[in-house]
């Protein structure tokens, strides 16, 4: 017996790209859109769209090896950050084009997207020719796999190289007489602007920022093998998950207030805030991978409920009141406030661990003095307000910065 | 206790999120634990309470007094590791936070112009009602002592509050008619024929006699009628500084316990058998004994002393035999001279219940008395269905409501055959 429902689902829909989309939260190309089954339910149970795992031209040789997985595992958080040495999909664009038709024919309100990663322009032009005629809602282009390469430099993604990427994303643009198209960059670049004016100069509708972070997971101290082991040898990883998150979100407001293009974010989001703070630096839409690989595609319930709750919370009429909402309140170092701030910390919760007090003693300014009480103080005197005390404690709103007026 | 918004966040971490919970199973009225502990994890704490109210219609209540050990935490899988996640507090903390904050608002149940009684407001009639009123229906509830049954009347307001049982019927009570007044026999025909279904939850309601002399005398209380009075009375009840409980269930617990919430300087439990025996959870009698309670197991009340008033109790020593009763537990025999007495204030009689509501007699019954049904909670009677406490003896509140719930299914399927 399924419970009834009794509570209203608040509408979460609005248009991005021309397009209807149900709720901010797709599935990133990644193993859970490779396979048709899997979409499937990622639909039933609620994602309002995929984009399918990157396909390639008939003949294109993917080499996989195993095992391709690999964590960073810091302080009991196994997945805090997850390798993965995979490459594209080894499904070719035949196969891709049928799932494509089969999940428009049978979820035609969702949004059916497709990767695509090839060499040649005939080739990208092909794949986009055929993506377009099985019906698919719009194209992502990996400039950007992390392991292996099908560009004109080995070793070297498509979109480290400005010209490549330019030149790259107009023969798909080209190619594409009836969907939006957008290029998923990497954020392994000096300038991550100048890419993103490339891509907009090429005429794209939009940019996926970014992917997964070149790493090396981590070596095994005793046998010095470094993770993923494969009889004895590794490589270098593509990492992804909640350790990601903050270069991710300079990435997207990076490429938000320079340049005038529409954004699809992916790379650290795991829950339904993390989706807030990736819209309020300017995503129009937010792809969820690692997440699921961890829990499954039923994250969507809270993702949309936590969304539900928060625009009620904050009386927003719609999604795109979060649009942007963050970034005008970045600006340059230069440009921020001088201020006179201090520590204080609030001795009624104090639980006297006397953390703040080491951290500032070798590694602020000695500023923080210890009493017979245990319960530390502030020294007006030495602290410069650098906030690291509040960082420290493990007591939420113990430790505050505080405004000194001026004099 | 209720958590700190950063006690159930960590604690929330702890939870593995295992993919068809047993934690989830084990729940009576299977709400979805690992997604709520997920959304109090996230920060979305009214989406937790709205998953848990979703499947419990008595939510504060349980996430106060419901048994966990016995259901969800004893099976989490977290205990295999280190210890079990504290799910009913989390539950608590979720619900509470909701219930403080203003109900979240619910849907529209379009009306499907049928109407349906449920006669008793406890958990199981309110389970009931809930779900009949999700299902369109038109519900008259029937009660003489208000909306909330043994939690409203008997449960120790230590235990649960009247703001507690207030967060859920407030809300629970804008969904049904609720008419004050007991059902006798001919009120019972009478709403037999003005609705199409008709749920009974009457629970039990009346007190097991010991059948010794003296029970009749002044200060010997049946132990509804003991937390009953209670509960009205507060800190204002007197029972006197020397109260003796007689049984070994979960309610003699409780009574023992509000004896001392009360100030009884001596509180003894007599059980014929012995702690391995007792039927109770062991928070409870844990509770109990730090409290000082004490306790004298393997005894039996033989005669309860006194002229006018109560003055003490005159027990013998049992010891336990060989042969088991159709519970699975040892036989207490008597031991010949053995007799002593215990001075008492004021005797507690906690030895069991029996269905109070007099039209049961309509009924086909169980060996032991309660109402008989099928597994679809259908009565004898056809269209009438029934469940909770009057159709298996003493269980818990979320297993009324869960009957509750599945019976109102049952009779939104009878009807619909009908039609
Ligand atoms: C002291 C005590 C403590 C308990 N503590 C817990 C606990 O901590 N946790 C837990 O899970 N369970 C506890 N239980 C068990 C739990 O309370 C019951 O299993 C549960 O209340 C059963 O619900 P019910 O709806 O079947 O019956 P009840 O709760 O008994 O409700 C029946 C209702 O029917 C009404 N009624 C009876 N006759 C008529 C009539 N003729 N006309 C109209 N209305 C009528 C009564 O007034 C009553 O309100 C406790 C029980 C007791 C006695
Ligand atoms: C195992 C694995 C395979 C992936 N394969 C692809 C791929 O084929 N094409 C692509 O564009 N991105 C691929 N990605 C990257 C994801 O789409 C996503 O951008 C990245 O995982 C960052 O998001 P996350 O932190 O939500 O996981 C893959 C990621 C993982 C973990």
């Given at each position: 017996m399924t419970d009834i429902d009794i509570y209203p689902t608040r509408d979460l829909s609005y248009d991005f790209l021309g397009l209807r989309f149900e709720s901010p939260f797709i599935l990133a190309a990644a193993p859970s859109t490779d396979n048709l089954e899997m979409v499937r339910r990622a639909f039933q149970m609620g994602w309002a769209g995929a984009i399918l795992k990157t396909t390639s031209i008939e003949g294109t040789r993917v080499d996989l090896a195993y095992p391709m997985m690999s964590t960073f595992n810091h302080d009991g958080k196994k997945l805090f950050g997850m390798g993965n040495i995979d490459l594209i999909s080894e499904h070719h664009i035949d196969n891709v084009e049928y799932n494509v038709r089969m999940l428009k024919k049978e979820f035609p309100e969702k949004i059916v997207a497709a990767s695509i990663m090839a060499g040649r322009k005939e080739d990208w032009q092909r794949l986009v020719e055929r993506l377009e005629a099985a019906g698919v809602d719009f194209i992502e282009c990996s400039f950007s796999c992390p392991q292996g390469n099908i560009g004109e430099d080995p070793g070297k993604m498509l979109a480290q190289s400005i010209p490549a990427t330019e030149l790259t994303a107009r023969w798909v643009k080209e190619a594409a007489k009836r969907v939006p198209v957008s290029i998923k960059i990497t954020p392994h670049v000096t300038d991550i602007v100048e890419v993103a004016k490339a891509v907009k100069r090429s005429g794209a509708d939009a940019l996926t920022a970014s992917n997964s972070l070149q790493a090396l997971m981590g070596i095994d101290i005793r046998t010095f093998v470094p993770y993923p082991q494969l009889n004895g040898r590794s490589t270098y990883s593509g990492m992804t998950g909640p350790a990601i998150k903050p270069i991710t979100l300079k990435t997207i407001s990076e490429i938000a207030r320079n340049v005038d293009i529409p954004i699809l974010g992916t790379g650290g989001a795991s829950t339904w805030s993390d989706a807030v703070e990736f819209m309020a630096v300017g995503a129009g839409v937010v792809q969820f991978c690692t997440a699921v690989m961890h829990h499954?595609?039923?994250i969507i319930d809270d993702l949309k409920s936590g969304m539900s709750q928060y625009l009620d919370e904050m009386q927003f009429g719609s999604m795109k009141d979060i649009w942007r909402k963050a970034l005008p309140h970045l600006v340059t170092h230069d440009e921020l406030p001088r201020r006179t701030v201090r520590s204080h910390i609030n001795d009624p919760l104090c639980i006297e661990c006397e953390a703040c007090y080491v951290a500032c003693r070798d590694g602020g300014h000695m500023a923080i003095d210890r009493r017979p009480t245990r319960i530390p103080v502030v020294s007006e005197d030495r602290c410069v307000g650098c906030g690291l005390c509040e960082y420290v404690c493990p007591v939420e709103g113990c430790i505050e910065m505080r405004v000194q007026p001026m004099n | 206790m209720l958590l700190t918004p950063q006690q159930a966040v960590t604690e929330s971490q702890r939870c593995l999120y295992c993919f068809d919970a047993p934690c989830t199973q084990a729940c009576p009225v299977h709400i979805d634990i690992p997604k709520f502990i997920s959304m109090i994890k996230s920060g979305n704490v009214i989406g937790a309470a709205k998953v848990v109210k979703s499947s419990h219609a008595l939510a504060n209540v349980c996430g106060k007094v419901c048994p966990e050990e016995i259901f969800?935490?004893?099976?989490?899988?977290r205990a295999k590791q280190d210890t079990p996640i504290h799910i009913r507090e989390l539950h608590f903390f979720a619900t509470q936070h909701e219930a403080k904050n203003g109900f979240a608002s619910l849907r529209e149940f379009p009306k499907n112009g049928k109407k349906a009684a449920v006669i008793g407001a406890g958990p199981s009639g309110l389970g009931c009602a809930f779900e009949l009123s999700k299902l369109g229906y038109d519900v008259h509830v029937y009660d003489a002592k208000g909306l909330g049954g043994v939690p409203k009347n008997s449960i120790p307001a230590f235990r649960l509050s009247e703001e507690e049982l207030g967060s859920d019927v407030d809300l629970l009570a804008r969904h049904f008619h609720f008419h004050e007044t007991s059902v006798d026999s001919e009120a019972f025909a009478r709403i037999r024929q003005q609705h199409e279904a008709t749920f009974i939850g009457v629970g039990l309601g009346l007190d097991k006699r010991l059948g010794i002399t003296g029970e009749d005398l002044k200060g010997v209380y049946p132990v509804l009628e003991f937390l009953e009075r209670a509960k009205e009375n507060?800190?204002?009840?007197?029972?006197?500084?020397r109260v003796v409980i007689v049984g070994g269930g979960n309610v003699s617990l409780d009574a023992a316990a509000t004896a001392k919430h009360l100030g009884a300087k001596e509180v003894t439990l007599v059980y014929r058998r012995s702690e391995m025996e007792m039927k109770v959870w062991k928070s409870e009698l844990l509770e109990a004994k730090k409290l000082g309670v004490q306790m004298q197991f393997l005894a039996q009340p033989m005669q309860i002393l006194g002229?006018?008033?109560?003055r003490g109790i005159r027990c013998r020593r049992t010891r336990l035999s060989e042969k088991v009763d159709s519970t699975g537990r040892p036989v207490p025999v008597e031991v010949p001279n053995s007799d002593f007495v215990l001075d008492a204030d004021a005797v507690v009689v906690a030895i069991g219940q029996q269905i109070h509501a007099e039209f049961v007699h309509f009924f086909e019954r169980t060996k032991q008395g309660f109402i008989k049904v099928d597994e679809a909670f259908q009565t004898s009677l056809p269209g009438i269905f029934a469940g909770g406490d009057a159709i298996a003896g003493e269980g818990t509140i979320v297993q009324a409501v869960a009957q509750g719930k599945q019976a109102a299914h049952s009779m939104h399927e009878y009807l619909k055959d009908r039609n």
């Amino acid at each position: 017996m399924t419970d009834i429902d009794i509570y209203p689902t608040r509408d979460l829909s609005y248009d991005f790209l021309g397009l209807r989309f149900e709720s901010p939260f797709i599935l990133a190309a990644a193993p859970s859109t490779d396979n048709l089954e899997m979409v499937r339910r990622a639909f039933q149970m609620g994602w309002a769209g995929a984009i399918l795992k990157t396909t390639s031209i008939e003949g294109t040789r993917v080499d996989l090896a195993y095992p391709m997985m690999s964590t960073f595992n810091h302080d009991g958080k196994k997945l805090f950050g997850m390798g993965n040495i995979d490459l594209i999909s080894e499904h070719h664009i035949d196969n891709v084009e049928y799932n494509v038709r089969m999940l428009k024919k049978e979820f035609p309100e969702k949004i059916v997207a497709a990767s695509i990663m090839a060499g040649r322009k005939e080739d990208w032009q092909r794949l986009v020719e055929r993506l377009e005629a099985a019906g698919v809602d719009f194209i992502e282009c990996s400039f950007s796999c992390p392991q292996g390469n099908i560009g004109e430099d080995p070793g070297k993604m498509l979109a480290q190289s400005i010209p490549a990427t330019e030149l790259t994303a107009r023969w798909v643009k080209e190619a594409a007489k009836r969907v939006p198209v957008s290029i998923k960059i990497t954020p392994h670049v000096t300038d991550i602007v100048e890419v993103a004016k490339a891509v907009k100069r090429s005429g794209a509708d939009a940019l996926t920022a970014s992917n997964s972070l070149q790493a090396l997971m981590g070596i095994d101290i005793r046998t010095f093998v470094p993770y993923p082991q494969l009889n004895g040898r590794s490589t270098y990883s593509g990492m992804t998950g909640p350790a990601i998150k903050p270069i991710t979100l300079k990435t997207i407001s990076e490429i938000a207030r320079n340049v005038d293009i529409p954004i699809l974010g992916t790379g650290g989001a795991s829950t339904w805030s993390d989706a807030v703070e990736f819209m309020a630096v300017g995503a129009g839409v937010v792809q969820f991978c690692t997440a699921v690989m961890h829990h499954g595609f039923r994250i969507i319930d809270d993702l949309k409920s936590g969304m539900s709750q928060y625009l009620d919370e904050m009386q927003f009429g719609s999604m795109k009141d979060i649009w942007r909402k963050a970034l005008p309140h970045l600006v340059t170092h230069d440009e921020l406030p001088r201020r006179t701030v201090r520590s204080h910390i609030n001795d009624p919760l104090c639980i006297e661990c006397e953390a703040c007090y080491v951290a500032c003693r070798d590694g602020g300014h000695m500023a923080i003095d210890r009493r017979p009480t245990r319960i530390p103080v502030v020294s007006e005197d030495r602290c410069v307000g650098c906030g690291l005390c509040e960082y420290v404690c493990p007591v939420e709103g113990c430790i505050e910065m505080r405004v000194q007026p001026m004099n | 206790m209720l958590l700190t918004p950063q006690q159930a966040v960590t604690e929330s971490q702890r939870c593995l999120y295992c993919f068809d919970a047993p934690c989830t199973q084990a729940c009576p009225v299977h709400i979805d634990i690992p997604k709520f502990i997920s959304m109090i994890k996230s920060g979305n704490v009214i989406g937790a309470a709205k998953v848990v109210k979703s499947s419990h219609a008595l939510a504060n209540v349980c996430g106060k007094v419901c048994p966990e050990e016995i259901f969800c935490q004893s099976v989490c899988n977290r205990a295999k590791q280190d210890t079990p996640i504290h799910i009913r507090e989390l539950h608590f903390f979720a619900t509470q936070h909701e219930a403080k904050n203003g109900f979240a608002s619910l849907r529209e149940f379009p009306k499907n112009g049928k109407k349906a009684a449920v006669i008793g407001a406890g958990p199981s009639g309110l389970g009931c009602a809930f779900e009949l009123s999700k299902l369109g229906y038109d519900v008259h509830v029937y009660d003489a002592k208000g909306l909330g049954g043994v939690p409203k009347n008997s449960i120790p307001a230590f235990r649960l509050s009247e703001e507690e049982l207030g967060s859920d019927v407030d809300l629970l009570a804008r969904h049904f008619h609720f008419h004050e007044t007991s059902v006798d026999s001919e009120a019972f025909a009478r709403i037999r024929q003005q609705h199409e279904a008709t749920f009974i939850g009457v629970g039990l309601g009346l007190d097991k006699r010991l059948g010794i002399t003296g029970e009749d005398l002044k200060g010997v209380y049946p132990v509804l009628e003991f937390l009953e009075r209670a509960k009205e009375n507060g800190s204002r009840s007197n029972f006197g500084s020397r109260v003796v409980i007689v049984g070994g269930g979960n309610v003699s617990l409780d009574a023992a316990a509000t004896a001392k919430h009360l100030g009884a300087k001596e509180v003894t439990l007599v059980y014929r058998r012995s702690e391995m025996e007792m039927k109770v959870w062991k928070s409870e009698l844990l509770e109990a004994k730090k409290l000082g309670v004490q306790m004298q197991f393997l005894a039996q009340p033989m005669q309860i002393l006194g002229e006018e008033r109560v003055r003490g109790i005159r027990c013998r020593r049992t010891r336990l035999s060989e042969k088991v009763d159709s519970t699975g537990r040892p036989v207490p025999v008597e031991v010949p001279n053995s007799d002593f007495v215990l001075d008492a204030d004021a005797v507690v009689v906690a030895i069991g219940q029996q269905i109070h509501a007099e039209f049961v007699h309509f009924f086909e019954r169980t060996k032991q008395g309660f109402i008989k049904v099928d597994e679809a909670f259908q009565t004898s009677l056809p269209g009438i269905f029934a469940g909770g406490d009057a159709i298996a003896g003493e269980g818990t509140i979320v297993q009324a409501v869960a009957q509750g719930k599945q019976a109102a299914h049952s009779m939104h399927e009878y009807l619909k055959d009908r039609n």
